[in-house]
Structure formats: structure tokens, C-alpha cells
């Protein structure tokens, strides 16, 4: 009886080891005609590192990519930070002074 695969039977011991996900990779970069065409073949087989699937922008350069989009993600996120109005935390009193002020104004 052959071992048949599908959604009910499929099981983690059924998914490759990365020795073998290693050797597939290499296979199909063999095969590829060129790099745009080996990158689709191993992105429709999942066998595309996951650093280069990542999104470019911000959550590519946390990720450590440093492309040109995502240094100037970076970048922006920087300048907006430098940039910011600093918060203001303002004491019990302050408050109470503030509110004073602002209905002693008000009655005038
Ligand atoms: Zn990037």
C-alpha cells in the first residue's frame, strides 16, 4: 500500500528537513534560466529564505535589510522622532493651576 499524502495524512515528519530544502534550493537554481526565474521558482515552492520575503521599508530594516527603500525608511522614522513635540507631563498642581487659569478667564 503506497503512503498517500494529502491534507488529513500530511504530517510535520512529512515536511522537508532543511538538508533537504538545502538540496531542492540548489537543484532549482540549477535548473533556473536565469536569477528572476530561479527567485519565482523557489518563492512558489517555499523554499525562499524568509529575510528575503520580508517587506521593504521599516520592516525590512529592523529585519537588517538595508536597501535603498528601507535606509530611507529608516531615515524618515528618525527625522519624524527628532522632530516630535516632546510630551508633557504635567504635576497634580500644575493641573490645578491650569484649570485655575482657565476658568478665572473664562469669567472675564
Ligand atoms: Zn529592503
Do not use: I
Amino acid at each position: 500500500m503506497g503512503k498517500d499524502l494529502n491534507r488529513r495524512t500530511w504530517g510535520p515528519a512529512d515536511e522537508a528537513t532543511p538538508n533537504e530544502q538545502r538540496r531542492a534550493s540548489l537543484y532549482v537554481a540549477a535548473m533556473a534560466g536565469d536569477a528572476a526565474d530561479c527567485r519565482q521558482l523557489l518563492d512558489v515552492l517555499g523554499l525562499l529564505p524568509k529575510h528575503l520575503t520580508v517587506q521593504h521599508g521599516m520592516r525590512g530594516y529592523r529585519a537588517g535589510c538595508r536597501c535603498k527603500a528601507c535606509r530611507k525608511a529608516n531615515t524618515e522614522r528618525n527625522r519624524r522622532q527628532r522632530t516630535a513635540q516632546p510630551r508633557v507631563y504635567l504635576t497634580e498642581a500644575e493641573w490645578q493651576a491650569r484649570r485655575d487659569q482657565h476658568t478665572t478667564t473664562g469669567e472675564q
